[in-house]
């Protein structure tokens, strides 16, 4: 891929989980496909990933974004589980942004414990596509 002075530059590359029991995973492959559309390297894990699961695949993929998406409720175990992990092994230059259903209060406490964003149901595409990319370091 070509940057705007001409040289290659390397895609961005996000994994795209879809963590606990939650068997819906139609919005996360359309969330795949767009990202995959703007540019982006995207590494999706399936269904049922537990925390390890995923900080070890984006550790082993080499990722600057993982992407979440829950929708079963259990966002208050899983994410803060998943940004311990990160901790632990000095990933913290991963950016994780989350999506599903996801109360207000919830999403800002989920921010403060360092997830980069939370998006509800009714986000553009665009927006994510733009908020990966501004997480990555990438404008």
Request: charged content about 25%.
């Amino acid at each position: 891929m070509e940057g705007d002075s001409g040289r290659m530059t390397v895609p961005i590359r996000v994994l795209v989980a879809k963590p606990g029991l939650d068997g819906h995973d139609r919005g996360a492959k359309v969330i795949a496909r767009a990202l995959r559309d703007a540019g982006m390297e995207v590494i999706y894990t399936g269904l049922r990933q537990t925390p390890e699961m995923i900080v070890n695949a984006a550790l082993q993929e080499d990722v600057q974004v993982i992407g979440l998406s829950i929708l079963s409720g259990a966002h208050n175990a899983i994410i803060p589980r998943v940004m311990d992990l990160l901790r632990e092994k000095e990933m913290t230059d991963v950016k994780v942004v989350v999506g599903g259903i996801i109360p207000d209060e919830d999403a800002r406490a989920l921010e403060q414990q360092g997830v980069t964003r939370v998006f509800q149901p009714g986000a553009s595409l665009d927006s994510i596509v733009a908020c990966v990319r501004e997480a990555a370091g990438r404008q």
